[in-house]
Every structure is written in structure tokens, then in C-alpha cells.
């Protein structure tokens, strides 16, 4: 089985400050990892996905993401966030790497303020 | 290309009935998966369909179904509908290849009154 947690369900920060969303994961088997973006009222965008190789993941909007399979985490990281990095933000693993049956973990809400 | 379609995007039951969504996959893609969100449960993995067989399955009661067609459309059905079931339902279609990705639909937001 596999299980997601957030580490933090808020996290509040000003415009251009950088920020850290938490992911630890437990799976007994291979996973790949993704971290998505829910706008309000509006379904979910993909922002980046780990599958192999560098550990170091670049997505859109400026965001990355760093697997650490020791510490089985996988951290969400912008070095200057804007106000419309507001939203909310889900980590997820799956069994496969086209993402489908996602488990995903309970969803950080990033609130960027000027 | 079209994304990925739900329909209706918004629906209000009565406890004890039964409802039915519809997803359709962006072209091509033949594997939908389903999510139920609610604010204290987050987002929870229904089930997935593939070419029309069920692949996998979450951890929901027996009233929560669904179906694929063969023209990769997907539905499900909640039965005997609980005051629980309000929630955001979210489908996601997927070609299921290595270098691709799930996408999501706007979801139904169905009420149970």
C-alpha cells in the first residue's frame, strides 16, 4: 500500500519570498512521484513528476522538486513566489509513470500576500 | 485538443437516490481514472479503467461503480446516496504511456441534500 503525507496544510508567505511544500511518502513498492496544482475551482494541473534519473525535477512556473529516497520525501520548492502561486498544492505517487490511480496526500495550501 | 469533459458540473440529490456522472476522455487517451475530494478527506483515488476493465480500485463501499465504454467514456453510479457523498468528483484521462501524463477534468460537484 502506499500512503502521502503533507507535512504542512498551510503555509503563508510574501510575494517573492522563496518556499519549501513538504511530501514524505511510504510505498512497499516502486512509485513515481508528482506534485499538482489545484486553482480555486478548477481541476488539478500537473506541475512536475519524478520517474528516474535526476534527482532534481524542474516543472512549470518555476517550481522544482528534489526526490530524496532515503528520507523518501519529495519537497516543492520556488526560489520567489508570486501572488498567482496562490493555490493549492498536492503531492501524489503512483504505480505507474503515466500517473493514473494516484494516491495523493491531504494538499498544502500556499497563500502568497504582498 | 478538447480536454478532458464532465458533465453535469453541478448536481443536487436527495439522501436515497442514485446518481450517475460522465466523463470523457481527451481523444485517444484509454485510461480514466476517478477521485472523489472532499475537504476532510482530500483527495481519494476511486477507481481506474483501461480499454474498459477495470484496473484498479480504491478503498469505497459497493455503492460506488463504474464503467468504460468502448469509446473510452466513463461513468459512475453512487447508489443509496449518504448526506457523506457530497463531495467534488474529479476524472482524469491518460493515454497510459510512458511519457505522458494524467489530465483532469473540472470535476462535478454533487450535493446531497
Known amino acids: 500500500a502506499q500512503s502521502v503525507t503533507q507535512l504542512d496544510s498551510q503555509v503563508p508567505v510574501f510575494e517573492e519570498a522563496p518556499v519549501e511544500l513538504r511530501c514524505n511518502y511510504s510505498?512497499?513498492?516502486?512509485?513515481?512521484l508528482f506534485w499538482y496544482v489545484q486553482y480555486p475551482n478548477q481541476g488539478l494541473q500537473l506541475l512536475l513528476k519524478y520517474l528516474s534519473g535526476s534527482t532534481l525535477v524542474k516543472g512549470i512556473n518555476g517550481f522544482e522538486a528534489e526526490f530524496n529516497k532515503s528520507q523518501t520525501s519529495f519537497h516543492l520548492r520556488k526560489p520567489s513566489v508570486h501572488i498567482s502561486d496562490t493555490a493549492e498544492y498536492f503531492c501524489?505517487?503512483?504505480?505507474?509513470?503515466?500517473?493514473?490511480?494516484?494516491?495523493f496526500g491531504k494538499g498544502t495550501t500556499l497563500s502568497v500576500s504582498s | 485538443k478538447a480536454g478532458v469533459t464532465q458533465t453535469p458540473r453541478y448536481l443536487i440529490k436527495t439522501r436515497g437516490q442514485q446518481v450517475t456522472l460522465s466523463c470523457s476522455p481527451i481523444?485517444?487517451?484509454?485510461?480514466v481514472s476517478w477521485y472523489q475530494q472532499t475537504p476532510g478527506q482530500g483527495l481519494q483515488f476511486l477507481f481506474e479503467?483501461?480499454?474498459?476493465?477495470?484496473?484498479n480500485k480504491g478503498n469505497f463501499p459497493g455503492r460506488f461503480s463504474g464503467r468504460q465504454f468502448s469509446n473510452s467514456r466513463s461513468e459512475m453510479n453512487v447508489s443509496t446516496l449518504e448526506l457523506g457523498d457530497s463531495a467534488l468528483y474529479l476524472c482524469?484521462?491518460?493515454?497510459?504511456?510512458?511519457?505522458?501524463?494524467?489530465?483532469f477534468g473540472q470535476g462535478t460537484r454533487l450535493t446531497v441534500v
Open positions: 482524469a484521462s491518460s493515454s497510459a504511456g510512458a511519457n505522458t501524463e494524467a489530465f
Open positions: 479503467y483501461f480499454s474498459e476493465t477495470q484496473r
Open positions: 510505498s512497499s513498492v516502486s512509485v513515481y
Open positions: 481523444s485517444g487517451h484509454r485510461s
Open positions: 501524489a505517487v503512483s504505480k505507474n509513470q503515466a500517473g493514473t490511480a494516484l494516491i
